[in-house]
């Protein structure tokens, strides 16, 4: 390895997100508070509809569970999501109670497939959760008509989704119950840990509050910072601790002002790694719909038949040369608790399966230089040529 390791991922930090840190940490507030409300307040601003409410959350594994427990989910329920996501999307539910019903993608999109959760929908469903996919977004008019027939709840797993666009709007914005965003160390905006949950429904974002922090009917902000004494609070519900710290929120503040920075960036990248790497034996990543945003998240590229090696020796053979790969995802229906708790087999899922055997996520990440990027072209090209 003669040049430094190009590592999968890294995130831009820049000095307005140390300096308002460090105020933040200068200030004594260091939990949630007025930093975190302004995050709100700005990321709801960012979607462009005041209707909408954001609660901030420190993950969007949290804000997963606390939507579905907001909608109504329980035990004897069933929630209907792809099994080509990361676990958090389908744990959830179990933490709930409810059971867990995986099904196939889009072989074209590699997101959820429609037709699949309909055929899946029994009397116990509850509701769906949609992924969009490495930042395109999934098939959402198809999923929230039938959705809306079938009488169920729909949260967006939005964790890869931060700016796309759906039928010209912003994810985000939809017509679903809720939405969630992750700010994990590696999306396109980070605050470490963290993510945000939106909705248009006063009465969950009620029950999310509520919930985020204990079931508690005040929070420590609103708490101390009153002018008159406001020690008294009730305990209304057994709730949890998903509040995101006012450190965190510093961080968010100044991402999401870089946030169609980073987005250009992205774009450029992809429109790189596409004419790099397009006549090569692989299968690119699909663009976003006509007229809409691809967040590019992820660069998922996958094998086509005939390539000279497979999956696992090109990520063997990129490593050697010093540069990182992931591979997104292990499917569901392959991991040992949903494989052995649903009896589930991979000729379920033959597009997940497939897609699985034959994907790696290449590095994409705004830190990159042009030479980075035409370093990771030049290593595909060598390692599908030897």
């Given amino acids: 390895m003669s040049q430094p390791f190009l590592p999968f991922a890294l995130p831009e930090i820049g000095e307005d997100e140390i300096a308002e840190v460090v105020d933040t940490l200068r200030s004594g507030w260091v939990t949630t508070g007025p930093k975190t409300r302004r995050f709100e307040e700005a990321f709801t601003a960012f979607l462009g509809d005041p209707s909408i409410q954001s609660l901030a959350v420190n993950s969007a594994t949290a804000g997963l569970h606390l939507a579905l427990e907001a909608v109504g989910v329980g035990p004897g329920d069933e929630v209907i999501t792809t099994t080509h996501t990361f676990t958090a999307t389908a744990e959830v539910a179990r933490y709930l109670g409810a059971d867990v019903k995986l099904v196939d993608i ?4 590699l997101c959820i497939d429609v037709d699949a959760v309909e055929v899946a929908i029994t009397p116990r469903t509850k509701a769906v959760v949609p992924v969009h996919y490495a930042g395109r977004a999934a098939d959402m008019q198809r999923l929230l008509a039938m959705a809306a027939r ?3 709840k729909v949260v967006e797993d939005a964790a890869h989704a931060l700016p796309t666009t759906c039928d010209g709007k912003l994810i985000g914005t939809l017509a ?4 969630v965003f992750s700010f994990y160390a590696n999306k396109t905006i980070t605050t470490g840990e963290g993510g945000m949950v939106v909705t248009r429904d006063t009465g969950l974002a009620e029950r999310m509050r509520v919930m985020r922090l204990h079931g508690m009917s005040r929070d420590a902000f609103d708490r101390f910072t009153a002018k008159v004494p406001s020690w008294y609070y009730e305990i209304v519900a057994p709730g949890y601790k998903y509040n995101l710290t006012d450190i965190a929120s510093a961080l968010g503040l100044h991402q999401l002002k870089r946030l169609p920075a980073f987005q250009q960036r992205r774009e450029q990248i992809a429109a790189r790694f596409h004419a790099g790497l397009r006549e090569l034996p692989v299968i690119l990543p699909p663009d976003a719909a006509p007229g809409d945003v691809h967040a590019w998240h992820l660069y998922v590229l996958r094998l086509a038949e005939g390539a000279s090696i497979g999956r696992d020796a090109l990520i063997e053979r990129l490593f050697a040369a010093g540069i990182g790969c992931s591979v997104h995802y292990i499917p569901l229906h392959l991991q ?4 052995d708790r649903y009896g589930l087999q991979a000729s379920d899922f033959p597009h997940s399966q497939r897609a699985y055997e034959s994907m790696l996520s290449l590095p994409l ?4 230089t042009d030479a980075d990027v035409q370093r990771v072209i030049a290593a595909v090209r060598s390692a599908l040529a030897a």
């Fill in 106 to 109: 889009d072989p074209a999109t």
């Fill in 336 to 339: 040992p608790y949903w494989r």
């Fill in 365 to 368: 990440y705004t830190r990159m």
């Fill in 150 to 152: 079938r009488g169920l």
């Fill in 176 to 179: 679903s119950d809720a939405c």
